[in-house]
Nanobody, 118 residues
């Protein structure tokens, strides 16, 4: 049974920073995608950032977070991180981590709340 456990959410003032972590436990033969999504109240879940793991890591992110958020991973720990800088009130949401295996198995974390407010 694969579980994703997120941490690092909280309340931060506009302009502040947070670092989200997500660690995968259980038996995972390999991972080819690690990503973060978010869902604000009353809105659909949306893509934030992704790492596609091939011979080199390819990263991409949503236009709304480019230049402010950075996704990274630790292969040894099966962990993915999201460094969020220059946070804005519109970044307030529940953030979910996501992984996908080469066999198209997908897993979601339980979500961690990020609130940006003064």
């Amino acid at each position: 049974q694969v579980q994703l456990v997120e941490s690092g959410g909280g309340l931060v003032q506009p302009g502040g920073s947070l670092r989200l972590s997500c660690a995968a436990s259980g038996t995972i033969a390999s991972i080819n995608v690690m990503a973060w999504y978010r869902q604000a109240p009353g809105k659909q879940r949306e893509f934030v950032a992704r790492i596609t793991i091939t011979s080199v890591d390819n990263t991409n992110s949503a236009d709304s977070v480019k230049g402010r958020f950075t996704i990274s991973r630790d292969n040894a720990k099966n962990a993915v991180y999201l460094q969020m800088n220059s946070l804005k009130p519109e970044d307030t949401a529940v953030y979910y981590c996501y992984i996908q295996t080469p066999r198209w198995e997908t897993y979601w974390g339980q979500g961690t709340q990020v609130t940006v407010s003064s």
